[in-house]
């Protein structure tokens, strides 16, 4: 798929409540060794919802910040997608009550499940939706509140943290159909997803009420380090861009050792990684949002540069896309 998109704005919501390796620690589990969190997985701090605050109010908040940013009204948005893998109730959709208490009312609305992919997979699915003339413009969110599914009796509770992030993208005309005129081909956007469910325990949450998740974190990691720089190295190839060409990345963020591994394995300096785990920790779909977010409030993104977005999470899924900034 070979796309033109444009992104007008993102715009972020992290909860207020800050929750830091030494609090967990000292408050909820004493095994947990501050020190080995930030060695191993680079976090130091995550952000956790108040009780009343559920996953659509954080991403009615994050679609609030980007339709402010991106200078739009709510009605002329005409489809959202929602990344969520901790939605408020197993039905309706999430993306339908974010629709209705952000004034959204000519949206479409559904929900995409894939984890800590779902942010790439439903800005895939949006852009393949513009380029058939289903949407003009649409948001898309990426909210968890994994805090509802930690056991912090476990050591993988320093995992996660809670979030949301939104994306308001339309369709953009490109000056070339392939990727040869880098600095002219603004606008395109191209994915490659992966899926294997034969990897489908190495992260799961059961079905009953107030399950934890359970995680194989080598599993994870064996599985995410081959199928991510996979999908980077096909989506490149495909539009004949080389590593050295992308200007930043905006990755999906489980742990640092993970993203050093893929930067290695790709051939992207790690410099060139913009990351935010540090104080938000593994916020599952919201991540990719919330990281551009910041990318961009920083300026560190300007017209004409080459964005590569990576992602993998439970089902196995993973995934990768480059999109020319206009």
């Known amino acids: 798929m070979n796309t033109g998109l444009r992104i007008l704005a993102a715009g972020s919501y992290l909860p207020e409540t800050t929750l830091?390796?030494?609090?967990?620690?000292?408050?909820?589990?004493?095994?947990?060794?501050?020190?080995w969190v930030v060695e191993s997985l680079g976090i130091t701090q995550r952000r956790i919802a108040n009780p009343e605050e559920s996953t659509s109010d954080l991403a009615t908040r994050a679609v609030h910040a980007a339709l402010r940013n991106a200078g739009v009204s709510a009605q002329s948005i005409d489809l959202i997608v929602l990344a969520t893998a901790s939605p408020d109730?197993?039905?309706?959709?999430?993306?339908?009550?974010?629709?209705?208490?952000?004034?959204?009312?000519?949206?479409?609305?559904?929900?995409?499940?894939?984890?800590?992919?779902?942010?790439?997979?439903?800005?895939?699915?949006?852009?393949?939706?513009?380029?058939?003339?289903?949407?003009?413009?649409?948001?898309?969110?990426?909210?968890?509140?994994?805090?509802?599914?930690?056991?912090?009796?476990?050591?993988?509770?320093?995992?996660?943290?809670?979030?949301?992030?939104?994306?308001?993208?339309?369709?953009?005309?490109?000056?070339?159909?392939?990727?040869?005129?880098?600095?002219?081909?603004t606008g395109l956007f191209d994915a490659q997803l992966f899926s294997d469910g034969r990897?489908?325990?190495?992260?799961?949450?059961?079905?009953?009420?107030?399950?934890?998740?359970?995680?194989?974190?080598?599993?994870?990691?064996?599985a995410a380090s081959q199928a991510v720089p996979d999908c980077i190295e096909a989506v490149l190839a495909r539009n004949d861009i080389a590593a050295a060409d992308i200007d930043i990345v905006i990755p999906h963020q489980p742990s640092r050792s993970l993203l050093e591994h893929i930067a290695k394995s790709c051939g992207i300096p790690f410099s060139r990684f913009e990351l935010c785990m540090d104080r938000y920790a593994n916020t599952v779909g919201a991540t990719i949002p919330i990281t551009l977010t910041q990318a961009m409030e920083a300026g560190r993104i300007g017209s004409g540069d080459l964005v590569l977005f990576a992602a993998a999470g439970a089902g196995f899924t993973a995934g990768a896309a480059v999109h020319r900034w206009s």
């Open 89 to 185: 109730m197993r039905a309706p959709a999430t993306a339908c009550i974010v629709q209705s208490k952000a004034g959204l009312d000519h949206a479409i609305a559904f929900d995409v499940s894939a984890v800590c992919s779902g942010f790439l997979f439903a800005m895939t699915v949006t852009a393949s939706m513009i380029e058939a003339g289903m949407a003009r413009r649409a948001v898309v969110v990426g909210a968890d509140t994994f805090s509802d599914a930690t056991s912090w009796e476990r050591r993988d509770c320093v995992f996660f943290g809670d979030g949301a992030g939104a994306v308001i993208v339309e369709r953009a005309d490109r000056t070339s159909a392939s990727g040869r005129d880098l600095r002219g081909n």
């Open 20 to 35: 830091t390796n030494h609090d967990i620690a000292a408050q909820l589990n004493p095994t947990v060794r501050p020190e």
């Open 199 to 222: 990897d489908s325990d190495a992260f799961s949450i059961a079905r009953d009420d107030g399950a934890t998740f359970a995680m194989d974190g080598k599993g994870v990691f064996r």
